[in-house]
């Protein structure tokens, strides 16, 4: 089996704030550098329903309503975070070489790495403290080359991280 290179991951989270917002959809997908998917994961993460109806309010939740929605009706169906995080370190076992370390990739995956250090530990030290964030291309793209990539805001995990990934590949099409 080839192994993977990238961990592309998506968090849905209640809010932007780590201190108090939650995890409560995650996402991954393995791919090797060439951005061929080897294997998805997906998950939802039991949150408290008080939590969500207190933090997911306000004009961005109000423009996103149908995803907030969505998130709200499947939360009843979610899984511990701790249960989460041991599938994802099974994920990597399963598509990633211990030889080799495991690089994060996504768009602004650095807010993602806050929640993934505050509320999942384990998959925090087995993770590479280098990162492939999309969005810095986009700056670079939109700013000096005046090119924009329009990419579907589903505000779900996997429809996420697939965008990114659509994303990457478009930005690389222009050092062929």
Same mark, same amino acid.
């Given at each position: 089996m080839k192994k993977a290179k990238l961990l592309?991951?998506?968090?849905e989270m209640t809010g932007l704030d780590p201190e108090q917002d939650k995890i409560? @959809?995650?996402?991954? *997908? !393995? =791919?090797?550098? @060439?951005?061929?998917? *080897? !294997? =998805?994961?997906?998950?939802?993460v039991k949150v408290s329903d008080e939590l969500m109806k207190d933090r997911m309010v306000g004009e961005f939740w109000e423009k996103n309503s149908a995803s907030r929605?969505?998130?709200i009706a499947q939360n009843a169906s979610g899984k511990p975070i701790a249960e989460v995080e041991q599938e994802l370190l099974t994920f990597?076992?399963?598509?990633?070489?211990s030889k080799h370390p495991v690089y994060l990739a996504g768009n602004s995956i650095h807010q993602d790495r806050k929640?993934?250090?505050?509320?999942?530990?384990?998959?925090?030290?087995?993770?590479?403290?280098?990162?492939?964030?999309?969005?810095?291309?986009?700056?670079?793209?939109?700013?000096?080359?005046?090119?924009?990539?329009i990419k579907p805001e589903n505000h779900r995990?996997?429809?996420?991280?697939n965008g990114s990934i659509e994303e990457l590949k478009w930005y690389l099409t222009f050092l062929k």
């Amino acid at each position: 089996m080839k192994k993977a290179k990238l961990l592309w991951i998506d968090l849905e989270m209640t809010g932007l704030d780590p201190e108090q917002d939650k995890i409560c @959809e995650v996402a991954a *997908i !393995a =791919t090797d550098m @060439e951005l061929n998917q *080897i !294997a =998805t994961y997906e998950a939802v993460v039991k949150v408290s329903d008080e939590l969500m109806k207190d933090r997911m309010v306000g004009e961005f939740w109000e423009k996103n309503s149908a995803s907030r929605d969505a998130l709200i009706a499947q939360n009843a169906s979610g899984k511990p975070i701790a249960e989460v995080e041991q599938e994802l370190l099974t994920f990597i076992n399963q598509n990633f070489s211990s030889k080799h370390p495991v690089y994060l990739a996504g768009n602004s995956i650095h807010q993602d790495r806050k929640f993934i250090e505050r509320e999942m530990p384990e998959l925090n030290k087995r993770l590479h403290y280098r990162m492939l964030d999309v969005s810095a291309w986009k700056i670079y793209f939109e700013n000096a080359l005046d090119k924009k990539f329009i990419k579907p805001e589903n505000h779900r995990a996997l429809d996420d991280i697939n965008g990114s990934i659509e994303e990457l590949k478009w930005y690389l099409t222009f050092l062929k």
